[in-house]
């Protein structure tokens, strides 16, 4: 059966250039993966009251996040750093702390946005957040000055060579990433 991993968008537009790279990422991935995109955009703000019983919402999350053998995070920059809709989504599987979702998990980020530094200190911040979870974080920058604007056609082609290159290289890396630890942790003693 297939590697799965769970793509995760941190913006919610329907227009989304960061949709378009995840899109890309997918296209350009090897046959033995499957991706499952996961919707981050219908969970409340977290909210500690609501851990008596958690929200459908957040529940279809984290059992999302568990069945994945690894992750993809895809995200915009908001003032330096991810959009709160993924923070929130990393929070929400963060707890509680003996059940963190993100322990152990291998993942990879990617980024694009208009601006020149195309999401590099998002990921900055991305990287010390899932730091502390315990996930296994894919080396590696993959950030994308999102020029021209049809760089990523809304269907995920790359109208760049040297782009498709660059993109098609870390979507083959994530798989082997994500391969090999579920390869790790099946021959790992009890
Ligand atoms: C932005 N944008 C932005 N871009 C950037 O490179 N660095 C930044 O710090 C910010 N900050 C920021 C804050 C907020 C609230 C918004 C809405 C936007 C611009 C951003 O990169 C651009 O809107 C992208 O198109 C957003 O990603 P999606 O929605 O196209 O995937």
């Avoid at 499952?36 to 957040?58: A, C, H, K, T």
């Avoid at 920058?141 to 056609?153: A, G, H, M, Q």
């Amino acid at each position: 059966s297939k590697t799965t991993i769970a793509m995760l968008v941190g913006s919610l537009r329907e227009g989304s250039l960061n949709a378009r790279l995840a899109r890309a990422v997918e296209k350009l991935s090897p046959e033995t993966i499957a991706f499952e995109w996961v919707d981050i955009g219908s969970m409340p703000f977290y909210n500690g009251d609501l851990e008596g019983q958690r929200p459908e919402s957040v529940t279809a999350f984290t059992a999302a996040i568990k069945r994945a053998d690894g992750v993809c995070m895809v995200t915009p920059e908001y003032n330096r750093s991810i959009s709160a809709v993924l923070k929130n989504a990393i929070d929400w599987g963060s707890k509680p702390v003996d059940d963190n979702v993100w322990r152990d998990k291998p993942i990879g980020m990617a980024g694009t946005s208009p601006g020149a530094l195309g999401t590099a200190l998002a990921q900055q911040h991305l990287r010390q957040i899932l730091a502390i979870q315990g996930a296994y974080v894919m080396p590696g920058e993959v950030y994308l000055s999102f020029k021209p604007n049809t760089l990523i056609t809304p269907t995920g082609e790359i109208t760049e060579d040297s782009v498709e290159e660059f993109v098609g290289d870390f979507a083959q890396r994530l798989a082997a990433y994500v391969e090999n630890h579920a390869t790790s942790l099946a021959s790992r003693p009890e």
